[in-house]
């Protein structure tokens, strides 16, 4: 069954803000993590990926942390955008399940 | 061009009819997938094909058959439609086989509407 969920089903920041976006997995064993951004109408798209000898990695403008001993991931996505209004979902290993993800809405 | 294509985008039907939702991918992938999106967003995997081949079932029901004529096409039939298969199905493809890591790409969804 699902092991990955959410924190918050929504987020709302300001534009220029820095935005966090949180994911909780259950399986210990998990050694690959995942995001993707849904825009409305559209299919999830790859953000970043990490694994698990990992603590930190940095994209262009987000940044994923992971704390395997509370088994916690992040997205951080700095100085936010009214693009990056989306849906996060955050996905392990075998990405079978998503989740419902977090709908984060930028406030212009 | 669109690595992923599906289409329809839209579907509405009656309940009892039979739909099916094309899928292709031109990336070279040996891997594609559905996905299934309810209304509440939530995403999960139906099934995976590795190069024709079915390799993962998530206790989808019997109406719904995949169909893998090369590896550049997943189709999905669906009999017997149900209102609780109203859904947003997502076709995706990754160069993994089903159930590995990495990214994967997925189509811009088929919104079907059962009535």
Redesign the interface.
């Known amino acids: 069954g699902?092991s990955v969920g959410l924190h918050l089903p929504t987020l709302s920041v300001q534009e220029g803000d820095n935005s966090i976006i949180n994911c909780a997995y259950s399986n210990s064993a998990s050694d690959?993590f995942?995001w993707?951004k849904?825009e409305s109408?559209?299919?999830?798209?790859?953000i970043i990926?990490i694994?698990s000898n990992m603590d930190k990695r940095q994209g262009q403008r987000v940044t994923v942390l992971l704390n395997k001993t509370v088994k916690h991931l992040s997205l951080q996505i700095a100085a936010t955008q009214p693009g990056d209004s989306a849906?996060y979902?955050c996905a392990e290993?075998?990405?079978?399940?998503?989740?419902?993800?977090t709908?984060l809405t930028v406030i212009p | 061009d669109t690595a992923?294509s599906q289409t329809p985008k839209y579907l509405v039907t009656q309940m009892g009819n039979d739909k099916s939702i094309k899928c292709e991918q031109n990336l070279g992938h040996d891997t594609m997938y559905w996905y299934k999106q309810d209304s509440?967003?939530?995403?999960?995997?139906m099934f995976s094909y590795n190069n024709k081949e079915l390799i993962?079932n998530?206790t989808v029901p019997n109406r719904f058959s995949p169909k893998s004529p090369d590896k550049a096409h997943l189709n999905l039939h669906i009999n017997s439609l149900e209102l609780g298969d109203s859904a947003v199905y997502?076709c995706?493809s990754s160069r993994v086989r089903?159930?590995?890591?990495?990214?994967?790409?997925?189509?811009?969804?088929s919104r079907l509407t059962v009535l």
Not at chain 1, 41 to 46: A, E
Not at chain 1, 93 to 101: I, V
Not at chain 2, 40 to 45: C, D
Not at chain 2, 98 to 109: A, Q, S
Request: hydrophobic fraction near 35%; avoid cysteine.
């Open positions: 699902e690959y995942i993707y849904q109408g559209k299919g999830p798209q790859f990926d694994r849906v979902f290993n075998n990405q079978f399940y998503f989740g419902t993800g709908s | 992923v509440k967003k939530f995403l999960k995997i993962i998530e997502f995706a089903g159930g590995g890591t990495g990214e994967l790409f997925f189509g811009e969804g």
